[in-house]
């Protein structure tokens, strides 16, 4: 605390004035120093309100792409699967007209045998029938030269 010199009737009044100037200066200077604070604050608070901001719109953004990734996944699965129902279900039915064309063939194998079995069967009969003919014409030629 301040003292000042007793002169009469009272304080030294320069002293006095020259206290209280510096004393208004000092209260100027803080007021001053608080305006300027007061003034950074509202910008902080103004930047802090802008990120947070920000921040809120960045949340918002990240949740929307989780969700549109989710979608996607499930979009992607669904589509695999119903891509793998339709390769089975192609699968099964080349592997059924494979199983009915190894039929047909099977079949007409089958048949071609029985034919050629058959032509063999009436090869044979023609060709004995004609060995037989042959035969008898050695006969006969046989017993023509005995007479």
Request: proline share 0%; aromatic share 6%; hydrophobic share 35%.
């Amino acid at each position: 605390m301040k003292s000042f010199n007793t002169v009469f009737r009272g304080y030294d009044k320069s002293e006095v004035k020259d206290y209280l100037d510096e004393v208004i200066e000092e209260y100027e200077r803080l007021l001053n120093s608080k305006k300027e604070a007061d003034k950074k604050i509202a910008e902080l608070n103004e930047k802090l309100a802008y990120y947070i901001n920000v921040e809120d719109r960045m949340n918002h953004a990240i949740f929307n792409a989780e969700n549109a990734g989710e979608d996607i996944k499930k979009l992607a699965r669904r589509e695999a699967e119903s891509l793998i129902n339709e390769a089975k279900r192609n699968a099964n039915r080349i592997i059924n007209d494979a199983l009915i064309k190894a039929e047909k063939a099977s079949d007409t194998a089958d048949r071609l045998k029985r034919n050629v079995n058959l032509l063999k069967r009436r090869l044979r009969a023609i060709i004995e029938s004609q060995l037989e003919v042959i035969e008898e014409m050695d006969r006969l030629d046989l017993k023509d030269e005995e007479y």
